[in-house]
């Protein structure tokens, strides 16, 4: 195989910045002064510091917390205790939208209370929003006693020693885990500039990790029981080894070869990206599923451009047409975003007539929200907050139709299904290929983490039904 093999990918170039434009710096550890009103951080000594860890966010974010709850681990911490168990909460963050912001302070509220309740609480912040909104997060919260950015974290885990006086006799061992899935992020941040979108400037520029490093990883995963993993990145196929220039297609030929594993995904592609040689991986690699996420963003070719999401209406087609053709049984899922700065009604118009047009399997719909200092954050946000949701609310019923007719002609198919868990009702649930919630009938024997072979007996525009036939794999 030739690793420095470039793909067809359509332009590598990155996006020019302003002079005014904002950096993508990576933010130091910056703590509060402790002078001030605050209570002091006091460590409590005797036992190992417990923290409560809490997310909201991408995909990403859910990798992060494994990977802070692992480093806390390794300085001597109980990461994942009960808030009122523990010593120090860190709410990993996020600011794709200013809803998702919002969140964010409302938690911080709840946090309040409970800091001042037991002296020698902490609060740190980190994710998105810390980056974005760096030192002013301590002017604005007075209870916050940390912000840190997870692409440097070192400094906090060594303040973290050094203010709880953590007597290390050694990591503490990681609990059994029951996880069958699991994300592994294969690189960090973003080379496109979508006008509307602030994630290059808290992930900053792209940088990939090794495929050994991944692989190893994964192996690791893999033993301690985990069956299903989704390799992540904001642009996830643009992945590129720093050392060699394989790509992601190469990456997943070598995780496919990780024994045990089940199954394999990834998540974000943007459709500039989505080549022939990936969807050839997709087609001939037993571990990786029919389901491939392609965020459009719109359907028209105004709106596109003004979004600089660089391709268009017919070459998004295309893409989609191709991989259809390669990939038997492609389940095809989307993000859109409506409301968008100056969209016209018409412009509109070609969003929903793509979505009748493609017949996604999924469709994330979100109202535009302006990010400070995006380039579209120049456009006046001119389409009232209820057209968005009229909008918003005309897609979502379109999509239900859509999905419910897609899920209809399974019926009486065979669908293979990766057991997740067991509900109320003693049914057991989990997700087929395709990435479709299963709930299965007949699965007595049957437990998480086994993959078996069902009839699908039901259909909803969310959901199958489906009833087991025959154990695939235990
Ligand atoms: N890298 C991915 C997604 C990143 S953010 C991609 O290129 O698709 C996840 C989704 O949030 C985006 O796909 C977009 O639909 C939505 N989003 C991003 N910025 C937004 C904004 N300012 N307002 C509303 N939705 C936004
Ligand atoms: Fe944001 Fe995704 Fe565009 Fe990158 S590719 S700027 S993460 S929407
Ligand atoms: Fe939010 Fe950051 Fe992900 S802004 S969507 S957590 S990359």
């Not at 000594?45 to 480093?71: F, S, T, Y």
């Not at 919002?102 to 800091?115: A, D, H, I, N, S």
Request: hydrophobic share 40%; charged share 30%; aromatic share 6%.
């Amino acid at each position: 195989m030739d690793h420095a093999y470039p793909g067809t990918v359509i332009s590598m170039t990155l996006a020019k910045l302003s002079a005014q434009a904002r950096t993508f710096a990576v933010l130091p550890l910056i703590e509060t002064p402790r002078h001030d009103t605050r209570l002091p951080i006091v460590p409590s000594r005797g036992r190992p510091p417990r923290v409560h860890l809490w997310h909201i966010g991408c995909q990403m974010n859910d990798a992060d917390r494994e990977m802070i709850a692992e480093r806390l681990r390794e300085i001597g911490c109980l990461p994942e205790c009960s808030l009122e168990d523990a010593d120090l909460v860190i709410l990993i963050t996020c600011t794709v939208r200013q809803n998702a912001e919002q969140k964010v302070y409302g938690k911080f509220r709840e946090l309040t209370p409970w800091k001042r309740e037991r002296e020698g609480r902490a609060i740190a912040m980190t994710g998105c929003m810390a980056v974005e909104h760096g030192e002013q997060l301590l002017r604005t919260l007075p209870d916050l006693d940390y912000v840190f950015d997870v692409r440097d974290a070192d400094g906090f885990f060594e303040r973290l020693q050094q203010t709880y006086s953590i007597d290390l006799d050694g990591p503490l061992p990681a609990p059994p885990s029951d996880r069958i899935s699991a994300y592994v992020s294969v690189m960090g941040g973003c080379n496109e500039m979508c006008t509307y979108c602030i994630v290059p400037f808290v992930r900053g520029r792209e940088s990939s990790r090794r495929v050994e490093d991944i692989v190893e990883q994964v192996r690791r995963l893999v033993d301690s029981g985990v069956r299903e993993v989704t390799l992540l990145g904001q642009n996830v196929n643009s992945y590129m080894d720093p050392a060699d220039g394989r790509r992601l297609w190469h990456l997943l030929e070598a995780v496919d070869q990780v024994p045990g594993l089940a199954r394999l995904r990834f998540l974000t592609s943007h459709p500039r990206n989505a080549t022939r040689e990936l969807f050839a991986a997709m087609r001939d690699l037993p571990t990786v599923c029919e389901a491939l996420h392609l965020p459009v963003q719109a359907g028209h070719d105004d709106l596109l451009r003004r979004m600089r999401r660089v391709y268009t209406v017919a070459e998004y087609r295309e893409r989609i047409a191709e991989a259809r053709e390669m990939i038997p049984d492609l389940s095809l899922s989307t993000d859109i975003i409506v409301g968008f700065a100056g969209e016209t009604p018409d412009e509109f118009a070609g969003t929903r007539a793509l979505l009748e047009e493609v017949g996604f399997d999924v469709v994330h719909l979100q109202a535009y929200s302006v990010r400070p200092g995006t380039a579209a954050a120049r456009r006046p946000d001119d389409i009232p907050t209820d057209e968005k949701k009229r909008r918003l609310n005309e897609l979502l019923a379109l999509q239900k139709e859509c999905a419910g007719r897609i899920n209809a002609r399974l019926l009486g198919e065979k669908v293979e299904v990766l057991l997740e868990g067991r509900g109320e009702d003693g049914r057991m649930y989990g997700r087929s290929r395709q990435n479709r919630m299963v709930w299965c009938e007949g699965t007595l024997q049957a437990s998480v983490g086994d993959i078996v072979a069902a009839t699908v007996t039901g259909t909803s525009a969310w959901q199958l039904e489906a009833r087991v036939e025959e154990s695939a794999s235990a």
